[in-house]
């Protein structure tokens, strides 16, 4: 996978709450998700702020998503994966425009700026992302009839968090967001499982971003684990204990991959972590959707499995 891509996703995933590998199982049969057929609407326009030229720019939203779906995933992926992206990316972006009315200040219901909102690549889109993006068209995700949060990652390193273990959510815990394993074998060897070090200074300095003063670093240990076992809580120096998602943004996301640990060991000058995966590991695991299609799996399919107890339904034709 290319690096811009894991770099990408892993910035993306700090939007959201913001950006969990390693395992065998098979991806278990599923149920297709319940679909409404009947269209509800026409297709909107929405406004978006375009990053790189800083124009506002109104274009159709499946184009729109056709642009997200390539920014956000390969697109030579299974045409399945790039589907169930779709359906991610057309649900995040109706949710968070129903809910916060877009990117307020940009003034546009939209942004290419993956800080502020989603990754998009237009000159990426190729016939497979086309094609997702039409056998979905119209397709979101919803749990009581309105759309979902649809958070995704690289990797869940075999089994995906609660957004309270793996983003440190503060609401309540949404009712489809739970922890199951996922087929993410097909990740790069260095997603599969990883180890990272970090010099003394670097931690510190993490730490006092995170309001916490330390002048030394004689031990780390993981603390609290969360459904999945990924560390929610790490203690330094015995009595110093903060988020461990929070700890890993700040430290850096792309580096300390996923809080999905082995082990971490302090020695010398270095504080190194072991672990599995790349990313929040809450939601939709893009390597593991990646098998499902593989698999033969449909995009509802992969959908219903990430997100529990969710319809997709086709607000327009």
Same mark, same amino acid.
């Given at each position: 996978m290319r690096k811009k891509w894991m770099v990408i996703v892993a910035v993306a995933m700090a939007v959201a709450l913001v950006a969990s590998g390693c395992s065998l199982f098979?991806?278990?049969?599923?149920?297709?998700?319940?679909?409404?057929?009947?269209?509800?609407?026409?297709?909107?326009?929405?406004?978006?702020?375009?990053?790189?030229?800083?124009?506002?720019k109104t274009m159709k939203m499946e184009e729109y998503i056709a642009g997200v779906v390539a920014g956000e995933m390969?697109?030579?992926?299974?045409?399945?994966?790039?589907?169930?992206?779709?359906?991610v990316a057309r649900t995040f972006t109706l949710e968070e425009i129903e809910t916060k009315g877009g990117v307020p200040e940009r003034g546009t219901q939209a942004s290419t700026d993956i800080k502020e909102f989603?990754?998009?690549?237009?000159?990426?889109?190729?016939?497979?992302?086309k094609k997702a993006v039409e056998m979905t068209r119209g397709m979101v995700a919803t749990y009581q009839g309105k759309p979902i949060r649809t958070w995704f990652h690289a990797s869940a390193g075999g089994v995906t968090a609660t957004a309270k273990e793996g983003l440190n959510f503060k609401e309540n815990e949404p009712p489809y967001i739970q922890s199951v394993q996922s087929p993410d074998d097909?990740?790069?060897?260095?997603?599969?499982?990883?180890?990272?070090? @970090?010099?003394?200074?670097?931690?510190?300095?993490?730490?006092?971003?995170?309001?916490?003063?330390v002048t030394t670093i004689d031990s780390v240990e993981m603390g609290q684990k969360g459904p999945s076992g990924r560390t929610t809580g790490l203690v330094?120096?015995?009595?110093?204990?903060?988020?461990?998602?929070? @700890?890993?943004?700040?430290?850096?996301?792309?580096?300390?991959?996923?809080?999905?640990?082995?082990?971490?060991?302090?020695?010398g000058d270095k504080v190194t972590f072991a672990?599995?995966?790349?990313?929040?590991?809450?939601?939709?695991?893009?390597?593991?959707?990646?098998?499902?299609?593989?698999?033969?799996?449909?995009?509802?399919?992969?959908?219903?499995?990430? @997100?529990?107890?969710?319809?997709?339904?086709?607000?327009?034709?």
């Open positions: 098979k991806a278990p049969q599923q149920k297709p998700v319940p679909q409404q057929q009947a269209g509800q609407g026409t297709e909107p326009e929405i406004s978006v702020y375009m990053h790189e030229t800083g124009e506002k390969k697109p030579d992926w299974p045409v399945a994966a790039l589907a169930a992206q779709a359906i989603q990754a998009y690549s237009a000159k990426e889109v190729n016939d497979n992302v097909l990740a790069p060897a260095d997603v599969k499982n990883w180890t990272v070090s @970090f010099s003394k200074q670097r931690v510190m300095a993490a730490l006092s971003a995170m309001g916490q003063r330094f120096n015995k009595t110093v204990q903060v988020s461990g998602p929070e @700890f890993r943004m700040a430290i850096g996301s792309t580096e300390l991959k996923s809080m999905l640990l082995d082990s971490v060991t302090v020695e672990g599995k995966g790349y990313g929040h590991g809450v939601g939709m695991s893009q390597w593991g959707a990646n098998k499902m299609a593989a698999e033969g799996k449909k995009p509802e399919d992969i959908i219903g499995h990430y @997100f529990k107890g969710v319809k997709v339904e086709k607000r327009w034709q």
